[in-house]
């Protein structure tokens, strides 16, 4: 991109930037002009078509999966000389015990990619992986820090990452949103547009324990048939037009007309999509689906893979139970155990249909766990503690789409606390995952109230060690 998009509206921002662009690239920014959800070029050379965000909610530990630290391991059950700011020692951890991790953390494949014993699945994709060991948030609550991964901001209401893309590039599926959002929480600001357009927000989708339940919610109408609905719905759009062309152009009330469209058109196509009875045996034992541990997850991530295939722009699949304040050698198993074979499996089946390298998967959590222990009763044994937040340093990996296969970026100290080298904050994360798109993070921007608002703020840079 080379100027800001505007609350003058995408179509005002297309016709500023026309310019420069080939026939081709002319069709598509027409067709932007007057549909935000239309395909759009870029000048920016394109590394990946589309992104899936794979949440691990809680924060997953990355010493115990893939950061092992021999100073904490030599040191555990003793007091470590952390050199942690008192503003940082919370209630339960003020000991600093050192907790050591009980399942090995080894190399793997040829690129000698550490994983735990816990990640089978992914120990086996490790030459697929680009591990970034020092990614860094700012706050150490899941509240905030789960905001700033999705939005940028660790407070108040701002556009979410798979918005931000949704404006930016549109969908490749006129049936279908540029942005859906599998199994989401109850806090609606990590999918929601906020000032961008109603038509980017992500479309919740959860997928039910009946397949007689509806995977998204009002996506049919029981009240009349089909030949009414769609008079009724022509009626209203032909109200909303007219009501533009009077008014002059009015972005809110053309991105609602758009919305609508959108919609009524998902009532043919989304059903299709959300039934996976018509994958294979072989697919669905791939993602674990079946598996006491792995169906519900198992399942999003086959899911997220289709809707991907189908060309929506951002897919973000939410997998909770990471947050382990206690007995973390007991607990962080079984997340793993739910986790591992469906994430590992929706990389080897984007790759066997030849859509790895055109899809960039992140997955990740909004932080990661101390290396010191918690001990939340105060008198429980270290078998039992767990670990505490820590937003100074985790792990993310990246795969497919532009990035190194089989790499490791960065370093924290002995104590597995601060970063040493390649030190990645979110909004250089971001700015990555915008840059791999075809995306200029810092010309990707709304004006309101005076500023041009961005998805990295005011900071950010592109982490080029990690593009391949």
Known sequence: MTAPFS???????????????????????????????APLPSRLQARAKRVIFLYMAGGPSQMDLFDPKPLIQKKHGHSVAVPLPEKDKHVSTAKLLALGTEIPVRPRGQSGVTISDLLPHTAA???????????????????????????????????????WISYGLGTENQNLPGFLTIHPGIETRLYGSSFLPAAHQGTPVVLPAKVTDPAIDFLTDA????????RRFDFIQRMNRRLIEHDAADVRLEGMVQSLETAFRMQT???????????????????????????????????????????????????DGWDHHGDIRGNLPKSCAAADQPCA????????????????????????????????????????????????SFCTWMAGGGVKAGFMHGETDEFGYRPVAGRVHLHDLHATILHLLGLDHEHLTWRKLGRDYRLTDVSGEVVREIIA
């Open 7 to 37: 609350s003058l509206s995408r179509r005002a921002w297309l016709q500023r930037t026309s310019a420069g662009f080939g026939a081709m690239a002319l069709h598509g920014l027409a067709q932007g002009a007057a549909n935000p959800l």
């Open 125 to 163: 994709i490790a030459d697929e992986l680009c591990l970034l060991r020092a990614v860094h948030a700012d706050n150490n609550q899941h509240g905030p820090a789960a905001l700033q991964f999705h939005t940028g901001v660790t407070a108040e209401a701002r556009p979410s990452m798979g918005s």
């Open 223 to 230: 009240t009349t048939d089909s030949a009414t609905q769609r």
């Open 269 to 319: 196509a989304a059903p299709g999509l959300v039934d996976l009875s018509k994958e294979t045996e072989a697919t669905k034992k791939l993602y674990g689906i079946g598996g006491k541990a792995t169906d519900k997850n198992g399942r999003a991530c086959l899911l997220a893979r289709r809707l991907s295939e189908a060309g929506v722009r951002f897919v973000q699949v939410t997998l």
């Open 345 to 392: 499996g929706l990389i080897r089946d984007l790759q066997s249909r030849g859509l790895l390298d055109e899809t960039l998967v992140v997955w990740s959590g909004e932080f990661g766990r101390t290396p010191w222990s918690q001990d939340l009763s105060g008198t429980s044994p270290i078998e039992k503690h767990g670990r505490e937040h820590q937003p100074d």
